[in-house]
T-cell receptor
Framework: GAVVSQHPSRVICKSGTSVKIECRSLDFQATTMFWYRQFPKQSLMLMATSNEGSKATYEQGVEKDKFLINHASLTLSTLTVTSAHPEDSSFYIC????????????FGDGTRLSIL | DQQVKQNSPSLSVQEGRISILNCDYTNSMFDYFLWYKKYPAEGPTFLISISSIKDKNEDGRFTVFLNKSAKHLSLHIVPSQPGDSAVYFCAASALGIGSNYKLTFGKGTLLTVNP
């Protein structure tokens, strides 16, 4: 089945650090990848849609300069949290979908980001 | 404004019985619905989906029912097993022309299946 790998699984770092999270589709080509953020006991909130070879589309309220997204190939998208602060601490999850329209999104295992 | 609502934050069921998880949506443009299962510290795992042209889809122990007029869908798990204990998320998407296939999620329902 479709596998999405997300790395790292956990990051603890100091305030002001920039953190890069990678999302890879291991056995399929993903034209579209999505980045979500989840707060405790809350739903997954879509942050941005990442299309290979083009600029990401950000959801309302998500700072583009804070959350940099790059989708350089059909199997890799990265999310960089720039100059992270404690309020950026959260669970970040990526997903990828196959080209066909009726295919579900497949998720990575998420990254727990803790900013001290 | 929550477009996908899961009004039961938790559900407890006895092993072997049926689990019924409910989901309501408000956006009439949604035409593709999915259920995901999530364990702590892991990403959601796709379970089953249904297109709006159907009212039922079955896969093993899992059946999803869609009532378009009521904007309601439900996931039935029968028989329930202790390993089914997890958070279940309902998600919806609009697959029409120009769609970017993004999903809107409910807040999830924690299912506990007791042995």
């Amino acid at each position: 089945g479709a596998v999405v790998s997300q790395h790292p699984s956990r990051v603890i770092c100091k305030s002001g650090t920039s953190v890069k999270i990678e999302c890879r589709s291991l056995d399929f080509q993903a034209t579209t990848m999505f980045w979500y953020r989840q707060f405790p006991k809350q739903s997954l909130m879509l942050m941005a849609t990442s299309n290979e070879g083009s600029k990401a589309t950000y959801e309302q309220g998500v700072e583009k300069d804070k959350f940099l997204i790059n989708h350089a190939s059909l199997t890799l998208s990265t999310l960089t949290v720039t100059s992270a602060h404690p309020e950026d601490s959260s669970f970040y999850i990526c997903s990828a979908r196959l080209r066909a329209s009726n295919q579900p999104q497949h998720f990575g295992d998420g990254t727990r980001l803790s900013i001290l | 404004d929550q477009q996908v609502k899961q009004n039961s934050p938790s559900l407890s069921v006895q092993e072997g019985r049926i689990s019924i998880l409910n989901c309501d949506y408000t956006n009439s443009m949604f035409d593709y619905f999915l259920w995901y299962k999530k364990y702590p510290a892991e990403g959601p795992t796709f379970l089953i989906s249904i297109s709006s042209i159907k009212d039922k889809n079955e896969d093993g122990r899992f059946t999803v029912f869609l009532n378009k007029s009521a904007k309601h869908l439900s996931l039935h798990i029968v028989p329930s097993q202790p390993g089914d204990s997890a958070v279940y998320f309902c998600a919806a998407s609009a697959l029409g022309i120009g769609s970017n296939y993004k999903l809107t999620f409910g807040k999830g329902t924690l299912l506990t299946v007791n042995p």
